[in-house]
């Protein structure tokens, strides 16, 4: 399968500082990527869809000036969370998808190994 | 109702025998099915997906799909200790074109040696 990676894999940071963090599709062209948040013994939740070049489209509930998603190329999007607080920590996970090779199965994905966030 | 249904356990079975985990969805449009198994403080990774009604099988692994029921199963023959993991299904809406997978909150397996 293809390989996605994330940076960083874990961070610890102060309340009310900004937050990103880095999702690389290494060997293929995501022309999606999708992020998740989980929290413990939870299931993943969707936060947001990226598509290259456009503006990201996010899930009911999740605010778009806390999280800022960036798409600016076919193997990077960021994930900024902006003025994190302490309910913010959770594990954030991205996910890529390629449609165009017809390599993989339709709408598979391919995870990121995650960042766990840690805010003080 | 939630999208995706399952049994969050924790399922226990013996080493060698077959593990069963099951999974419920409210789309009846939907096309794809996943299964994924994630490790604690790991991101999940994809065992098997399956799009047409019956079964699939992939080694130890068999995906069993019916979409008259709107159930999706995973079967683990042979279970092994290192299967200790949850098991997430996922599935694709019709509402979003299926181009979202939404997840189950998981099944937790274990497998005693």
């Known amino acids: 399968g293809a390989v996605v990676s994330q940076h960083p894999s874990w961070v610890i940071c102060k309340s009310g500082t900004s937050v990103k963090i880095e999702c690389r599709s290494l060997?293929?062209?995501?022309?999606?990527m999708f992020w998740y948040r989980q929290f413990p013994k939870q299931s993943l939740m969707l936060m947001a869809t990226?598509?290259?070049?456009?503006?990201?489209?996010?899930e009911q509930g999740v605010e778009k000036d806390k999280f800022l998603i960036n798409h600016a190329s076919l193997t990077l999007s960021t994930l900024t969370v902006t003025s994190a607080h302490p309910e913010d920590s959770s594990f954030y996970i991205c996910?890529?998808?390629?449609?165009?090779?017809?390599?993989?199965?339709?709408?598979?994905?391919?995870f990121g190994p995650g960042t766990r966030l840690t805010v003080l | 109702q939630k999208e995706v249904e399952q049994n969050s356990g924790p399922l226990s079975v013996p080493e060698g025998a077959i593990a069963s985990l099951n999974c419920t969805y409210s789309d009846r449009g939907s096309q794809s099915f996943f299964w994924y198994r994630q490790y604690s403080g790991k991101s999940p990774e994809l065992i098997m997906f399956?799009?047409?009604?019956g079964d699939k099988e992939d080694g130890r692994f068999t995906a069993q799909l019916n979409k008259a029921s709107q159930y999706v199963s995973l079967l683990i023959r042979d279970s092994q200790p290192s299967d200790s993991a949850t098991y997430l299904c996922?599935?694709?809406?019709?509402?979003?074109?299926?181009?979202?997978?939404?997840f189950g909150a998981g099944t937790r397996l274990f497998v005693k040696a």
């Open positions: 996922a599935v694709n809406p019709l509402r979003d074109g299926g181009f979202k997978t939404i």
């Open positions: 990226s598509n290259e070049g456009s503006k990201a489209t996010y």
């Open positions: 399956i799009y047409s009604n």
């Open positions: 060997d293929f062209q995501a022309t999606t």
């Open positions: 996910s890529a998808r390629d449609r165009t090779s017809g390599k993989y199965a339709y709408n598979e994905q391919f």
